[in-house]
């Protein structure tokens, strides 16, 4: 079993910045594969970001490539999502993820889910 706890959202105006958290607890966090993805009013939940194990490869929704930046701390069971020059349409509820393998491969669905944490991006 794995808790994921996220932390860090909150609202900011547009072209700001928030850097979002999520704690890690249970199974060895440094052997899964991590994620971020969002769920807007009225939408269905999508992928952010994932990181592999080591941190070395990472992917992107094409909306935030160059905006956002996922990174991990392996020692403080911790992934991270850098968000920068938020926009309106980055609001949403946004989720940790855990998967079941250390690689990320695209489409693959996580086993373990955060409670969601809100990102309000005001005009």
């Known amino acids: 079993q794995v808790q994921l706890v996220e932390s860090g959202g909150g609202l900011v105006q547009a072209g700001g910045s928030l850097r979002l958290s999520c704690a890690a607890s249970g199974r060895t966090f440094s052997n899964s594969a991590m994620g971020w993805f969002r769920q807007a009013p009225g939408k269905e939940r999508e992928f952010v970001a994932a990181?592999?194990?080591?941190?070395?490869?990472?992917y992107y929704l094409d909306s935030v490539k160059g905006r956002f930046t996922i990174s991990r701390d392996n020692a403080k069971n911790t992934v991270y999502l850098q968000m920068n020059s938020l926009k309106p349409e980055d609001t949403a509820v946004y989720y940790c993820?855990?998967?079941?393998?250390?690689?990320?491969?695209?489409?693959?669905?996580?086993?373990?889910w955060g409670q969601g944490t809100q990102v309000t991006v005001s005009s």
């Open positions: 990181i592999n194990w080591s941190g070395g490869r990472t």
């Open positions: 993820a855990a998967y079941g393998s250390s690689w990320y491969v695209r489409g693959m669905e996580p086993n373990y």
